[in-house]
């Protein structure tokens, strides 16, 4: 029986896009490979196309620059309220970026996919305009990793999936999704994170890490262009006992820079800069708290790893519906976003670290490895294949 091809797209603006997309495709492959032809496609970084290449790029210098500086994120948005959200993703994608529009296109009909499965709000616009010029049979599928929906979700796609509640209700409410092609499934995370099961001692003792001091890790995304190095330097200056883990990742300048201050701490500190790693989550399970932006990736990790959170920064609309989502209402950590008050708060919880336990339940409470969402979003996917 000839296999119905699905391509999954994978697209870097930050990692979330990508560690979704990779779960789905995990999902889809581990249950249903007797009836998929499931293909992950880097469809512009791998590109013999040069324009979709720089694409990406493009994305990703979006991102680093809107960590550094909230504002750019809050122009984009005043801009997609001002032309309102169907006529700016009109223009930015039909008139701006025609020509990236064109090649994107290309790729998928020679690609020539029964189903398009997206992570990201630019592909899931490109598989929906294929679909209607060139393959009406094709089905267009997103799941959104963020917690809200956005202006530029296209609302036209076959399945739009949500993996919460208030998601559900704003894309359906807000943004005018036809109820029928909404689904809401639980937190979705990769394959290694579900079978994780490292206690904090032996995340400490794989790791080489200190099993009886209190440990921070920071996080800002993969690029640690926002507030990590900051943070990181006020929490230098404190006189108690700890290990400081700034989670540098892609910024070789900052690895540079703490790799060199590293021999060089008092004996209270032990400093060490980590590099860009997929098993990031398991410093995440040896951590007694994370500092990070508010990033929903990095956070959910950090839900499944049991780990409480503080929210040193917001880099857009999206970034605070995540603290609002995950600090406000779910309880999982609290909001700090000034370097000094946060040392005095971890100089606080090194002291008295039961403070941290109601944050650690609800983190129980509302993150299961065993129900984890890329299941539902693989049965929700062959439902909607088997439909037709």
């Not at 290309?106 to 616009?125: A, L």
């Not at 598989?127 to 393959?135: E, G, L, P, S, V």
Request: with cysteine; proline share 4%.
């Amino acid at each position: 029986m000839q296999k119905t091809k699905v391509l999954i797209t994978f697209v870097e603006a930050g990692l979330g896009h990508i560690v979704t997309a990779k779960s789905i495709a995990e999902n889809l492959k581990k249950l249903y490979s007797d009836k998929l032809d499931v293909i992950e496609d880097y469809c512009y970084r791998d590109s013999e196309d040069k324009r979709l290449v720089d694409y990406e790029k493009f994305l990703v210098e979006q991102v680093k620059k809107t960590n550094r500086n909230k504002v750019n994120a809050e122009m984009q948005f005043a801009s997609m309220a001002f032309f309102g959200d169907r006529l700016s993703l009109f223009l930015a994608n039909d008139v701006y970026f025609n020509k990236i529009k064109k090649a994107i296109l290309q790729h998928f009909k020679e690609k020539d996919p029964d189903v398009i499965i997206s992570t990201h709000f630019s592909t899931s616009y490109y598989a929906r305009c294929y679909r209607d010029k060139f393959k009406k049979s094709c089905r267009v599928i997103t799941y959104n990793p963020d917690p809200n929906v956005h202006g530029w979700w296209d609302r036209e796609n076959d399945l739009f999936i949500v993996n919460n509640p208030a998601a559900l209700t704003e894309a359906i409410k807000k943004r005018k999704f036809e109820p029928e092609r909404v689904r809401e499934v639980p937190f979705i995370t990769r394959e290694d994170i579900i079978n994780c099961n490292l206690i904090k001692t032996e995340a400490r003792e794989k790791h080489n890490l200190p099993l009886d001091k209190f440990t921070v890790l920071l996080a800002d995304g993969a690029y640690a262009e926002s507030k990590l190095a900051p943070f990181t330097d006020e929490l230098l200056k404190s006189e108690k006992e700890m290990v400081i883990l700034p989670a540098v990742c892609k910024n070789e300048k900052l690895m540079e820079k703490y790799s060199a201050l590293a021999d060089k701490q008092p004996a209270n500190i032990v400093l060490r800069p980590i590099g860009f790693r997929m098993d990031l989550f398991e410093f995440y399970k040896a951590a007694d708290v994370v500092i990070t932006k508010a990033g929903p990736n990095a956070i959910l990790d950090c839900g499944f790893m049991g780990t409480p959170i503080i929210v040193n920064y917001c880099a857009s609309p999206v970034e605070r519906a995540t603290r609002d989502l995950f600090v406000n209402k779910y309880g999982i950590g609290e909001n700090i976003e000034n370097a000094a008050i946060c040392r005095e708060h971890i100089e606080e919880l090194v002291d008295n670290p039961e403070h941290l336990k109601p944050f650690i339940e609800n983190c129980t409470k509302i993150f299961d490895q065993n129900n984890d969402g890329g299941k539902a979003v693989a049965h929700t996917i062959l439902n909607l294949i088997n439909s037709n």
